[in-house]
């Protein structure tokens, strides 16, 4: 799986919708709106196995991340000019094809192939006609750089259209982690300690900077999901609980970076939030072991 790949692109969104899109399918996606509250799992078809053997280990599905990825699915702001969604060419009561010989995009540009039926693809080992794609994580981006299909010139692009949207970039976690690390490598003040009087005074320590009094450097969000307990005092258990923090915008003191503020996310935009760290996982260092012998 080349997920890691593709987070080094800063495709903000990408990753949520590699994760929760490919197997929406088989949770009863529609056409309908979005309900407001969490969807509940669809019983398996009959006659299918369970799909839960087939779901990547480090891309775990919850019900909230397949729902944030329903909601991605439809959204047809995720074309260059709002005229393609996922589901314009792959239709649920179509079996999520269109019926026809091949499918138009952007602009009303041809493919040059049909759109493959994405019914129950959690089942599959290749992805598009010719398999180009080794996992429905790697085949869910691939369209939004298709300058038939999408339209965007690069994934780029992509991220900084949805950071205009407010549901989508209303955390506002790009300002400091962004790039290919989702890391500024720089130092902000949150505020940590300062409620309780136990202030770690951090970067000053090294500068003697009056502005870097409190501040500590901005941490990647790769792999965030099992890097807990959360800030450098490791006060937060959950993400959960980080997401809230700075839904709060962070806590008040003379050095607070001026970055933070209240973001008045609701219950659900919370919780998409979660979902969406929580698929920042990648893989490549599980295989790391010890040596099993050392220079003599």
Known sequence: MRRSQLLGVGLLCGIGIAGAVAVSPLNGMSGEPPPAGPREAAPVPLGLEDPSSYIPADNPQTAKKIELGRRLFFDKRLSKNNTIACASCHLPGLAFTDGKPVSTGINTLKGGRSAPAAINRVYSKAQFWDGRADTLEDQSIGPFVNPVEHGFIDHNEMVAKMKTIAGYGKARCTRCHSGFNFT?????????????????????????????????????????????????????????????????????????????????????????????????????????????????
Request: net charge negative; hydrophobic share 35%.
């Open 184 to 296: 500024d490598e720089k130092f902000h003040n949150l505020g940590i300690g300062w409620d309780t009087n136990t202030v770690d005074l951090g970067r000053y320590m090294v500068t003697k900077n009056p502005e870097d009094i409190g501040a500590f450097k901005t941490s990647t969000l790769r792999e965030i999901a099992r890097t807990a307990p959360y800030m450098h005092d490791g006060r937060f258990k959950t993400l959960d609980e980080v997401v809230n923090f700075y839904n709060q915008g962070g806590i008040a003191n003379p050095h607070r970076d001026n970055t933070l503020i209240p973001l008045e996310m609701s219950e659900q935009e919370q919780a998409d939030l979660v979902a969406f760290l929580k698929a920042l996982n990648g893989e490549g260092w599980q295989q790391i072991t010890a040596p099993t012998s050392f220079p003599k």
